[in-house]
């Protein structure tokens, strides 16, 4: 079946605009995670949902980011105010059920560039 | 905080030779722990994974080994071949919190 898919690919903005990025997770997967990946570096959390509430935002930098998934599905990623140090891949992954040891399966991610 | 380290951050072997890459996690409370392999620009894959119940897991040529006693756990790719370059990730996660934390990453070269 389908994987997880994310859009855009590439997004270019400038420094102070606001952008959204989107997830879709596989079929059925009730969890979904997003993970920011720098160069050179392993993904790092920055919030998992269980259906459409937000289970844990631990990992959100600052109040600039913020997540939805409104409907238990469809996931979007919202960054106001973008810096260039908001640079980076955006990775969203999906998983059957909550709890740890299920398997998280990621998406392409969304490679953002803030100039 | 929760952490976990990797090393080594790079590793070139001969086509035909084992590659091991060794990580070690801080909080004890882990449970199961996936490694994943990322290829340039494409999305990470998980390639093996082992849960805390059992030392030792192997799938073909990759094989992973847990010590939870010294939280460390480590990826053992045998007869590597040149589509086993790539960067590989190990990652520690725990019943309750979801979300998984990753190393920093292991770049592979086999050279031919």
């Known amino acids: 079946g389908a994987g997880v898919s994310q859009t855009p690919s590439n997004k270019v903005t400038e420094k102070g605009k606001y952008v959204e990025l989107r997830c879709d997770p596989i079929?059925?997967?009730?969890?979904l995670y997003w993970y920011r990946q720098s160069l050179g570096q392993g993904p790092e959390f920055l919030i998992y949902?269980?259906?459409?509430?937000?289970?844990?935002d631990s990992g959100l930098p600052n109040d600039r980011f913020f997540a939805v998934r409104p409907e238990g599905s469809v996931s979007t990623l919202k960054i106001q105010r973008t810096e260039r140090g908001d640079s980076a891949v955006y990775l969203c992954?999906?998983?059957?059920?909550?709890?740890?040891?299920?398997?998280?399966?990621f998406g392409p991610g969304t490679r953002l560039l803030v100039l | 905080g929760e952490n976990v380290e990797q090393h080594p951050s790079t590793l070139s072997v001969q086509e035909g030779d084992s590659a091991v890459i060794k990580c070690t996690y801080s909080?004890?409370?882990?449970?199961?722990f996936p490694w994943y392999k990322q290829e340039l620009g494409k999305r990470p894959q998980l390639i093996i994974d082992i849960r805390s119940n059992v030392g030792e897991k192997k799938d073909q040529r990759i094989a992973v080994t847990l010590n939870k006693t010294a939280k460390h756990f480590s990826l053992h790719i045998t007869e590597t071949q040149p589509e086993d370059s790539a960067v590989y990730f190990c990652a520690a996660s725990k019943g309750g919190t979801y979300k998984y934390i990753f190393g920093t990453g292991t770049r592979l070269k086999v050279l031919a």
């Open positions: 992954a999906s998983s059957p059920a909550a709890g740890g040891g299920e398997t998280q399966y």
């Open positions: 909080d004890s409370a882990s449970n199961y």
């Open positions: 079929s059925g997967h009730t969890a």
């Open positions: 949902f269980q259906g459409t509430g937000a289970a844990d």
